[in-house]
């Protein structure tokens, strides 16, 4: 995921003789970390990526009949839960591992940083605007699947949206504003950008789900520190109505009650709004700490 940046010209960072302000040094930052993301391979291949998957549901549909997603008779909800439990929440995860990945341990690791930090402007502002830059990317991305997605549903089903896809799409953002968060932690976090890179895909893709279920079949305790537990109303809105918080689980001979049981935890929605936004506070602040006591060196 190497790619070249362009530098910040000090000239862009001044008006005359005066030093912009910290909101202004943030804009500066965005606007030309965003402009390296358009000119790099990463977000072709993202927005490509996403445009492939989108448009081969719209052609297996075409196909099969919409029928075939949302089930006989159909319906909006089934129609719109089955389109958007195929990619939005992995598409958030590349989106987070693409965008931010690198986007501090990519100025050790190329030296960048030492031209950055040598102009009259502050870490967090470097830091903030990189992550506005690296949000700003992926809403577009999510905003091609969106428009496909919608498109798909008014050819089908017209003006019948139903509530739970507008409540998907904000918790969609909000894991998105915590999986970036999580990521530039650990791109402060290393100085090299394979490291961070991988610590974080895997985490995100497997290690969350590992850890949620070995923590509730074997301590039998709610995963409530996880991340992509958290991430579970996303899919889970679409279910009316929304799944208990907590399900007996029995199998095994006599599974009438004398086989062996499980209890299965489903985040409520006030709860998994305050593990993702929990995760988003706490990991950017981490990572911005860590960004401003490591050295250039």
Not at 1 to 29: C, D, F, H, R, Y
Not at 67 to 91: D, E, K, M, Q, R
Not at 98 to 108: L, M, Q, Y
Not at 193 to 216: C, E
């Amino acid at each position: 995921m190497q790619q070249q940046k362009e530098s910040i010209p000090p000239a862009a960072s001044l008006e005359g003789n005066k030093l912009p302000t910290s909101i202004g040094q943030v804009g500066i930052i965005a606007k030309y970390e965003i402009l390296n993301y358009f000119r790099s391979r990463r977000f072709l291949i993202l927005l490509a990526i996403t445009l492939i998957i989108a448009l081969a549901l719209t052609v297996a549909i075409a196909y099969y009949g919409a029928s075939s997603l949302a089930g006989s008779p159909l319906n909006a909800l089934g129609f719109y839960a089955g389109w958007y439990s195929f990619a939005p929440t992995l598409i958030v995860v590349f989106c987070s591992v693409f965008f931010g990945g690198d986007a501090i341990s990519g100025e050790f690791q190329n030296k960048t940083g030492y031209f950055l930090v040598g102009n009259p402007i502050r870490r967090s502002s470097i830091y903030i605007g990189k992550w506005i830059a690296a949000f700003l990317a992926s809403l577009i991305i999510m905003g091609v699947y969106t428009a496909v997605t919608v498109v798909n549903g008014l050819y089908y089903l017209g003006t019948n949206i139903p509530s739970q896809y507008g409540e998907a799409l904000v918790f969609t953002l909000v894991y998105l504003i915590a999986g970036l968060g999580f990521t530039f932690l650990f791109s402060s976090l290393f100085k090299s950008s394979s490291y961070s890179i991988l610590v974080t895909i895997i985490l995100l893709l497997f290690g969350f789900s590992i850890i949620d279920t070995l923590v509730t079949n074997l301590a039998h305790v709610e995963p409530w520190f996880s991340l992509s537990y958290g991430s579970g109303i996303v899919s889970n809105v679409f279910t009316v109505p929304y799944p208990p918080h907590q399900t007996s689980l029995t199998f095994g001979p006599g599974g009438g009650g004398g086989g062996a049981g499980l209890v299965q935890y489903i985040a409520t929605i006030p709860e998994g709004l305050m593990i993702m936004l929990g995760y988003f506070v706490v990991t950017s602040i981490l990572g911005l700490l860590l960004f401003e006591r490591k050295e250039f060196n």
